[in-house]
């Protein structure tokens, strides 16, 4: 298994019934099944959002492989969103909030560099990750207009790649403070393992400790509203703790979360995921066909298998029906479940 910020994760997501009406269709992996099983289900209520949501064509656009030391910053970008109250996701306003220390992410990456062996390009450690800051706040919608901007994407992109991944969702929990799975969080270990058992007694030091709820060497290995994976594989590659450096910031901070995506996807397209790319012909595709591409690994870690291009197609799908502009799409609500309650917040 590759070293990729995605390995085959497993998440529910939309679909669009009749083109017109959306419903809340769960992908049954055999982690929904089991919360399924529990009563665990989605509701929809009645919800109001004030403001328009951004038009179809989106605000940012692709742009193309080489243009990595001409992106604006941060700051550039804060300047170029498009401010509005349309927030479809009220439950995100705590983390939509949340910018994590600079000093502590930078010193988390930097002891888990990745152009150790080959498999990265130098630029990953020298100039990506330490762009990545999680350093903007606001709704969820300005949230992902300013990472589109700072990393060169389409802004429609992540939005419908969220789509995929949470619904939108950053990290909401039960009031029993476990976290839903497959909204926030995901792709708990099947079995526990001695590097499991390490990595989940790691990540309890961020202030939850998820064994308590899904049993000792078993908790999330991706959390946030673009399932940010934290854990490590020792096969990809030792790193301490068996963690990539991502935790806890991207369950605590939307913008980190987010703009971490945005950094693996333009890192992706650059060219710089050396052990995604051998052997694709790689250097031959346009931009965009680089993006889809990249887009499929974030999911299955791998380039074009046949897990990478449904995910393509479902991400594609989401953007292609603007599932976020439908008025169903803010009335959709985590699950209750028996044993951890309902969301906290959720009306």
Known sequence: MSRGAGAARRFGAFVLASGLALTATWL?????????????????VQARVAGTPPPKSGYFHLRGAGTWNVLPGGRACAAKVHRSNWEPRP???????????????????????????????????????????????????????????????????????????????????????????????????????????????????????????????????????????????????????NQNGTFPFNRDSTAFAVDYLGSDLRGCIEGWERWLVQGTGFKGLSAKDRMWGCVGAWYAGEWHSAAADGYIARVRRAWRDHVWRKPVFATIRPPCASAGGCVSGAG
């Open 91 to 241: 439950l995100n306003h705590v983390p939509n909030g949340v910018i994590p220390g600079r000093a502590k992410v930078r010193a988390a990456f930097a002891a888990r560099p990745r152009a150790v062996d080959g498999s990265y390009a130098a630029r990953w450690d020298t100039w990506l990750l330490p762009r990545v800051s999680g350093a903007s706040t606001g709704t969820t919608d300005e949230i992902f207009q300013w990472a589109a901007c700072k990393w060169g994407l389409p802004d429609n992109l992540l939005r419908a790649i969220a789509v995929r991944e949470s619904t939108w969702y950053q990290y909401p929990t039960y009031t029993s403070g476990a976290c839903v799975v497959n909204w926030g969080c995901g792709d708990l270990f099947d079995t526990a393992s001695e590097p499991s058992l390490q990595y989940c007694s790691g990540i309890a030091q961020g202030g939850y400790d998820y064994q308590d709820d899904f049993g000792p060497g078993i908790c999330p290995k991706t959390f946030s509203i673009a399932g940010v994976m934290s854990w490590e594989d020792p096969s990809w590659g030792p790193m301490r703790g």
């Open 28 to 44: 049954l992996s055999p982690a929904r099944r089991g919360a399924e099983a529990d009563g665990a289900t989605a509701t929809a």
